[in-house]
């Protein structure tokens, strides 16, 4: 049983193309998250949403667009990709958000190549 | 910048072997948390260490936090080969919101 899965794990696309991956968590937790890994390994908080409410939205292209269409689920868009956007991104999700004491826990990543 | 780093980069032992990883962080925290990556995979949580704590252990995994120096270690004792994967250190501050800020890693690979 997944607690935290994304899909695709992999997807090579071309600049300009738009595409999703998507993520979804059975463990009924209220807060989930997207990283982006770069290739040095660097993992960056890109958004966070509590119960379908955006909490984080940190300095990212609105290129990107999240979609959470319930709690258990967190979609990621990318309009227009560029060579930049190749990464790993991975999504996460914590019981309840409070970042004082929850634990994240982590999907496998869905590896972006863009051509 | 908020993130972690990580010290060395890259650490290579033999099995059984105890290893050792540093991490310092700039601003003071909430917590610090250590995580693991094996090669292709989604992060592991290990542990969290509070702001007040100073040590913590987890089975063979022993975290130490100091934050007059701000800065924590992460041993492994009697390492396994299964060890083999990258370490983050992650920080959590009071002005971060619901994010985690995590470092660059350590990559540890342990030959039998």
């Known amino acids: 049983d997944t607690a935290v899965s994304q899909t695709p794990k992999y997807l090579v696309t071309q600049m300009g193309n738009d595409k999703s991956i998507k993520c979804e968590q059975n463990l009924g937790h209220d807060t989930m998250y997207w990283y982006k890994q770069d290739s040095k390994k660097f993992l960056k908080i890109m958004f966070s949403?509590?119960?379908?409410?955006?909490?984080i939205n940190e300095t990212v292209p609105n290129r990107f667009s999240p979609k959470s269409p319930d709690k258990a689920h967190l979609n990621l868009h990318i309009n227009s990709l560029e060579l930049g956007d190749s990464a790993v991104y991975f999504c996460?999700?914590?019981?309840?958000?409070?970042?004082?004491?929850?634990?994240?826990?982590f999907g496998p990543g869905t590896r972006l190549t863009v051509l | 910048s908020q993130q972690g780093e990580e010290d060395p980069q890259a650490l290579s032992i033999q099995e059984g072997e105890n290893a050792t990883m540093n991490c310092s962080y700039k601003t003071s925290i909430n917590n610090l948390q250590w995580y693991r990556q094996n090669s292709g995979r989604g992060l592991v949580h290990l542990i969290l260490i509070r702001s007040n704590e100073r040590e913590k252990h987890s089975g063979r995994l022993r975290v130490t936090l100091d934050t007059s120096k701000k800065s924590s270690s992460l041993l492994i004792t009697a390492s396994r080969a299964a060890d083999t994967a990258s370490y983050f250190c992650a920080t959590v501050h009071s002005n971060s919101g619901y994010a985690l800020n995590f470092g660059k890693g350590t990559s540890l690979l342990v030959t039998p």
């Open positions: 996460a999700s914590s019981r309840t958000g409070q970042i004082l004491t929850d634990t994240q826990y």
């Open positions: 949403y509590n119960n379908k409410e955006l909490i």
